[in-house]
């Protein structure tokens, strides 16, 4: 039998997130979403918080609506409460994430448990395909307790949130696109080989130091974000540096957008702005 040989990716895609402002004034960096990288099938947004100072932060994200799309939490540093109109509510904290499915519906607030100090985490949305869009809502709230981690070479570590590396199964669970999620520390010594599906589209953020990806060694700074090309292994090396590592089974389906609707047509929008409106969700 013939061995196969893993294909890294390379880095298709180098882009750094611009400054935003989203909910009631909250500062951010958007990384996805932007001019730059309008999505990145399934992935239809990523955003950064981070800021020390509470008037970037205080106004939080009061009460909206979503539907047809995933959100994805997941916090660093600081304290962020949540709740939606179907009675859920809870605490955000350090290391913990949240995989909330909006499906048909839901109206939900994200609001800062501080006055001031360290906020920072990310918030990234996932599309659903037609066939789930109007699936009935349901969150997956992780705490820090329950995300497991795995040692790298060199002091290194890796947090898998959803899908697997090394053995070790992320908590997220039940998910469409069959995600990977991962939260790489990097030491500077040795390099991290990943794989993920060939199928899969992928992107790496690096969100502190810096990294270096694929055969070519390409060099990528706090703040940028590489769009992964065709393979079936990840290599990450360099550091030290912190990395969002990101891949989910695209959809290649159309897409409408308008705000916090994600449909597949504008009749579909009109109809989620106006069952909003009369108070179907």
């Known amino acids: 039998m013939r061995d196969t040989v893993a294909t890294i990716r390379p880095v298709a895609k180098l882009v750094r997130g611009i400054p935003a402002n989203d909910g009631a004034g909250v500062k951010l960096t958007r990384v996805i979403g932007s001019p730059a990288l309008d999505s990145l099938d399934p992935f239809l947004l ?53 995989w909330m499915t909006a499906g048909r519906g839901i109206v939900h607030s994200e609001m800062p448990e501080q006055q001031d100090g360290l906020m920072w985490g990310f918030q990234l949305w996932v599309n659903l395909p037609a066939k789930d869009k109007m699936m009935p809502p349901r969150y997956q709230d992780i705490e820090p307790s329950r995300i497991p981690e795995t040692g790298l070479p060199g002091g290194g570590k890796v947090r898998v949130l959803a899908g697997a590396f090394n053995g070790v199964k992320g908590p997220v669970a039940d998910i469409v696109t069959e995600p ?102």
């Not at 800021?51 to 959100?71: M, Q």
Request: overall charge negative; hydrophobic content about 40%.
């Open 46 to 98: 990523l955003d950064e918080i981070r800021s020390a100072d509470g008037a970037d932060y205080i106004g939080g994200f009061p009460e909206h609506p979503h539907r047809g799309f995933e959100t994805v939490t997941y916090v660093l540093a600081g304290h962020m409460r949540h709740g939606d109109n179907k009675g859920n509510h809870g605490l955000l904290t350090p290391g913990s994430v949240q």
């Open 180 to 281: 990977l999620l991962l939260d790489v520390t990097l030491t500077g010594t040795g390099e991290v080989l990943v794989p993920v599906p060939t199928t899969h589209n992928g992107f790496a953020y690096v969100f502190d130091g810096a990294a270096v990806f694929g055969a070519a060694g390409t060099s990528v700074a706090r703040g940028q974000i590489a769009v992964l090309g065709a393979g079936d292994v990840v290599r990450l090396a360099g550091g030290p540096g912190r990395v969002l590592l990101a891949a989910g089974k695209p959809l290649n389906e159309p897409v409408a957008r308008y705000g916090p609707f994600v449909m597949n047509t504008p009749d579909q929008i009109r109809q989620a702005i106006a069952d909003y409106q009369s108070g179907r969700f």
